[in-house]
């Protein structure tokens, strides 16, 4: 009974630092994925994946970063920010306010705007 006890614990303590560094773990504000095709995904929390919407929104506090992986074999435009083929890049949005250029992965639309609050 008291290994038992003794492994319970253990697991958790191993369980609540996973969680915590999992929780704690620097990310982008958001992270924008193109794969071979050129069609662009969001990457959200909690492995949630959405297509590019045409308007995007960044949280001003903390990590206004957006984060572009192309696996492309081309590069791509998306708003003010590039990235060529292969590549991953990681910007800074300077302060709040709407950031908005063309988009070369984007599905439905040519332009991409970035709303910072």
């Known amino acids: 009974m008291n290994t038992f006890k003794l492994l319970a614990q ?3 303590v191993v369980a609540f ?3 915590a560094a999992i929780g704690s773990w620097p990310r982008p504000a ?7 095709g050129g ?15 045409e308007t995007i929104f960044v949280a001003a506090g903390g990590r206004p970063r957006v984060r572009i992986t192309n696996a492309d ?3 791509h435009r998306l708003g003010l920010f590039s990235a060529d083929a292969g590549e991953t890049v990681e910007y800074t949005l300077p302060q709040k306010g709407a950031y ?6 984007h ?3 040519a332009t991409l705007t970035f709303v910072v609050r």
């Open 17 to 19: 630092t996973v969680i």
């Open 10 to 12: 253990i697991f958790a």
């Open 30 to 36: 958001v992270d924008i994925r193109i794969p071979e």
């Open 107 to 109: 599905p439905s639309s």
């Open 100 to 105: 908005t250029g063309e988009c070369s992965a």
């Open 39 to 53: 069609i662009a995904e969001v990457h959200e929390r909690f492995w949630r994946v959405k297509t590019l919407p």
């Open 73 to 75: 074999t081309i590069a």
